[in-house]
């Protein structure tokens, strides 16, 4: 047997870090918004074992939204992006007897959506 005490559980990161900014202009009309994500994570290790070799290195994402409301609130359009930078990284990965598979992340992706409030119904 083998002895995996003090070992780190497999697929959890030691550190993360997660900040968020965004800035609210008033214009014309309404209200404009801009939002700006920012994640981190350490390394981790993809078995309970901790071997070097199946370790996925610490990685980095930024997204991105930007939101106008109109001023009465009635109605509202936004835009976002995720993964700005299009990079690949190993989220997870599972190791049997004849193979292994990883996760990873999302590539980029963006998109719209518009919003209509018909009021109380």
């Known amino acids: 047997p083998w002895d995996i005490r003090g070992n780190r559980l497999p697929e959890t990161p030691e550190h ?6 965004s800035y609210t202009w008033d214009v014309a009309g309404g209200a404009l918004t801009a939002r700006w994500d920012y994640y981190w994570q ?6 309970i074992f901790n071997h070097n070799a199946f370790q996925s290195g610490s990685w980095d994402q930024h997204n991105a939204t930007l939101t106008f409301e109109s001023g009465n609130g009635r109605w509202s359009v936004r835009g976002w992006i ?12 599972k190791r049997t007897t ?12 963006y998109g719209a959506s518009a919003r209509w409030n018909f009021g109380a119904i």
């Open 98 to 109: 004849l193979n292994t598979g990883f996760g990873v992340t999302e590539p980029r992706a």
């Open 82 to 93: 995720k993964n700005i930078e299009n990079d690949v990284h190993i989220t997870g990965g």
């Open 16 to 21: 993360t870090i997660h900040l968020a900014a």
């Open 42 to 47: 350490d390394n981790v290790f993809l078995e």
